[in-house]
């Protein structure tokens, strides 16, 4: 729903001074900061995992990317694509996942959350609730 809206308010009707950033609330953003999939990856970030530069998107591009993030199992891959990023970007490239400290799943998890501004109160949070959380994913994955 989030990104129709953006859509819309994107369009050239030339009618509104509405656009995509200004919108109210969580609507407001860019389209490609548009998440999308069961895992909740923005547009921009599947088209850097998928290879593609996502300052020069063509609408194809776009659309093709978008599909792939609302496809579950394209999701999951994509995901762990951005994750492993993530993680290599953070100097844990070679630190086994099931040797993680709480500390560096945090800072992943913040990382994830928040982007370049992932040491700010709201990702840190983000970070703070997935570690509070991995008993019960532990748990769910028995």
Known sequence: MTGTIREQAAAPWGLSPVIPENLPWRLGGGLDETSYGPVAIQLRRGAEVLGYDPANLTDHQRTLVEEALQDPKQNAFIAAGFLAQIKAESGLADVPADQMTEAQMREIAARYNGGPYWDL????????????NLGQARNAMR
């Not at 109160?121 to 509070?132: C, I, N, S």
């Open 121 to 132: 109160p709201k990702a840190q949070g983000y970070g703070d609730r997935f570690v509070d």
